[in-house]
């Protein structure tokens, strides 16, 4: 096994920290998958990590300079999972902030470990490096069946969130209100965000909400038909998995993209051109 | 307060001295620095200046800054007097103030940095406190009242002259490495050779657990300092959460930093200085590594050993008013080639004494015969020449007590203690 790839282009180092900051307020504990053409950071859907579970995926080249990724094996097994804690990730890229290069490589030191290494412009001729040792748990082939992508549910109601910082705002206010909020929303665009206690009822309504696209020969997915359009269809979720996930958005995609479940799951899906995160909130049992 | 001595009436004089605006932000980010490592500080009036020390409960970092008279509008150390009478009548020239209720003064530096005209401090003997009035625009005049306690004087014992490594850069240079190590992280270790220096987390535990956390390591081309004199090839390991506080202090301050050390167990001591306006020496204790056996020491602690002065051989001296107007302290950029920042428009100080200004001279009397308690000899050390003083263990006394009488003991006076009180 091995792994080592390496990034010049400041941009794309910027880039790069974007993701992996808005990994880290996601969750603590990261899988990632190293394939020939990907990488991907999975939290999958198990039970301790509440329900919650989210998918992202980006392409090396649109990343990294150079790539190199030999997996367990050259066949079927060509490809590397590892354990992570993600703060230590977004602490090791952080010192990358104005860097000239970044290699991230997989080494082994008393424990497996995932090696950042960076070089920062300095006042001598030589270049100031930076190593950090990040210890990682290999993943065994035995389990990668757990990290495969997870399949999109029959979602009722599909569209476009309004902009993030304003959804953010307004969670933010209403997580003061309760610890549980409905999300609700309709296939002609319509959506609100509720809170309810015994004393006070808060609803924020947002209408005319583009709704995604149904390309028939592409990935997506058509919303239910059985589903009457103008139906609200709702999903009462824990209020700090959805800010968390929120407040931590560093990535400025196109647009995200809400599917609800009726009474079952919130699926969000970020659109950008290098990057796509999937991130699913099963609903609070009542 | 006005005493009469053999008949003569002698007007004693308690210390009075008036910062100018522009020099009491460096002042309260001293104590800012001061707070994040000990809890009480030491006012000091000498005649050079007014030095604020302060130690550590594990007696493992000491702090000596000193802002020297030309910073001052009006500087008074208070009167020394050669005296026969009882202790009830000292003048109090030292004391020592909680350094939380210090800082409540010198809270927001922004605001001071704003606002404050000028800063007087006054030691009131009568009332028992010392009074800190800030001056500040708008005709507004915030005084606090604050109780000190009559203290010994605090010296640490040690001779940063003869330390063989020797490192000088910027302090951005420090800085913007130490921010790529985990603020939980509690000590560092820096090895230095002549081609290289790395700093690298350092944990003193090999358990699994320890195995789990991130390791974090920075090297640095000697290019990258002033001065890059390594006598010893070695490793000392030291605290970082202090440095931080150094680091902090020093960006205010805006002066290349110098770094002494030797091996593990000797302080290292991080010094910067403006000659003729201001010193300051951190000394913070290094582990002891003992590389012959298993475990390495705990952080070296050293203790004090100070004890109140019961006769004070001081002769009169007439309390000195710098008449020179005070001098803020220019920013002094570091010059990789030209060590020595230059203040063009700045006159020499007029009543500067014998501060050597061409070298570093350790402030602190480095002394002491058989005074030790639990005196060891330093095991790993070998003293290249005989003339070399013993140096202890760091974990015994690292301070001394100040009795100028101590000095008739036949000790090597290794640098000669400019800031005698005697005036000598």
């Known amino acids: ?286 | 307060q006005i005493h009469y001595l053999a008949g003569l009436l002698i007007e004693f004089q308690n210390m009075k001295c008036v910062l100018p605006g522009a020099n009491v932000k460096l002042f309260a980010k001293a104590i800012h620095c001061l707070a994040k490592l000990g809890h009480y500080v030491y006012f000091e009036p000498l005649d050079t200046g007014l030095a604020l020390k302060t130690v550590n409960s594990s007696r493992s970092a000491y702090v000596s800054i000193l802002f020297m008279k030309p910073l001052f509008q009006v500087y008074n150390a208070g009167s020394d007097i050669d005296l026969t009478v009882d202790d009830d009548n000292l003048p109090i020239t030292r004391c020592k103030v909680a350094l939380k209720t210090l800082l409540q003064v010198f809270k927001s530096l922004a605001n001071i940095e704003r606002s404050v005209e000028t800063c007087d401090i006054d030691l009131d003997g009568d009332e028992c406190r010392l009074v800190f009035q800030l001056k500040c625009k708008h005709g507004i005049t915030k005084t606090h009242h604050l109780t000190f306690q009559e203290c010994e004087s605090l010296q640490a014992i040690f001779a940063k002259d003869l330390s063989p490594n020797v490192l000088k850069c910027d302090h951005k240079v420090l800085s913007d490495v130490v921010i790529n190590f985990s603020s939980s992280l509690e000590e560092i270790t820096m090895l230095v050779s002549p081609c290289k220096v790395v700093l690298r987390s350092y944990s003193d535990d090999e358990s699994d657990e320890i195995a789990q956390l991130m390791k974090t390591e920075v090297s640095l081309n000697p290019e990258e300092f002033s001065q890059y004199q390594i006598g010893v090839d070695t490793d000392v390991t030291f605290c970082l959460k202090d440095v931080r506080a150094i680091l902090a202090f020093c960006e205010v301050a805006a002066m290349p930093v110098n770094i002494h050390f030797e091996v593990g167990g000797k302080p290292i001591i991080f010094s910067l200085g403006h000659n003729g306006y201001f010193r300051a020496n951190f000394v913070i204790a290094t582990i002891a590594t003992d590389k012959n056996s298993q475990h390495s020491n705990a952080t070296a602690n050293f203790t004090t050993n100070t004890t109140f002065p019961t006769t004070n051989k001081r002769s009169f001296v007439k309390p000195s008013r710098s008449k020179v107007a005070p001098k803020p302290l220019r920013k002094v950029s570091a010059q990789k080639t030209n060590a020595k920042p230059q203040p063009t428009k700045l006159p020499q100080p007029k009543d500067c004494d014998s501060i050597n200004s061409e070298h570093d001279v350790s402030p602190e009397i480095p002394l002491q015969g058989g005074e030790q308690t639990n005196a060891t000899r330093y095991e790993g050390f070998n003293s290249p020449s005989p003339k070399q003083p013993c140096f202890k263990n760091v974990k015994t006394v690292f301070f001394a007590a100040t009795q100028p009488n101590d000095l008739d003991r036949t000790v090597l006076v290794l640098a000669p203690d400019s800031d005698n009180e005697d005036g000598t």
């Open chain 1, 1 to 286: 096994m091995r792994f080592r790839a390496k990034v010049v282009n400041i941009d794309c180092i910027h880039h790069f920290t974007n993701v992996v900051n808005t990994i880290s307020k996601l969750l603590k504990k990261c899988s990632i998958r190293l394939t020939k053409e990907k990488m991907f950071f999975i939290l999958p859907d198990q039970v301790a990590n509440g329900g919650v579970s989210m998918w992202c995926e980006l392409k090396q080249a649109n990343f990294f300079d150079e790539y190199r990724m030999d997996g367990v094996n050259e066949y079927e097994l060509n490809e590397i999972y590892l354990e992570i804690v993600a703060e230590n990730l977004c602490r090791a890229i952080k010192s990358a902030n104005n860097a000239k290069s970044l290699k991230i490589k997989l080494t082994k030191k008393q424990v497996p470990c995932l090696t950042v290494e960076i070089e920062l412009p300095s006042l001598s001729s030589t270049a100031r490096i930076v190593t950090h040792d990040i210890p990682v748990s290999v993943i065994p082939s035995s389990l990668w069946g757990e990290y495969q992508e997870p399949e999109m549910p029959d979602f009722h109601v599909s569209l476009c969130l309004p902009p993030l910082k304003t959804v953010k705002h307004i969670v933010e206010r209403l997580k003061n209100l309760s610890s549980y909020l409905t999300l609700s929303g309709n296939q002609e665009g319509d959506f609100a965000l509720k809170v309810e206690t015994e004393l006070v009822s808060a609803t924020t309504r947002f209408s005319d909400l583009e709704i995604p696209p149904y390309d028939p020969d592409g990935d997506s997915q058509a919303p239910s038909k059985l589903w009457p359009p103008s139906e609200m269809a709702s999903a009462r979720i824990d209020v700090k998995k959805l800010l968390q996930f929120l407040a931590g958005q560093q990535i400025n995609p196109y647009k995200v993209i809400c599917n609800i479940v009726d009474q079952s799951a919130v699926h969000f899906f970020l659109v950008h051109d290098d990057i796509s995160l999937q991130y699913f909130i099963p609903v609070v049992a009542v």
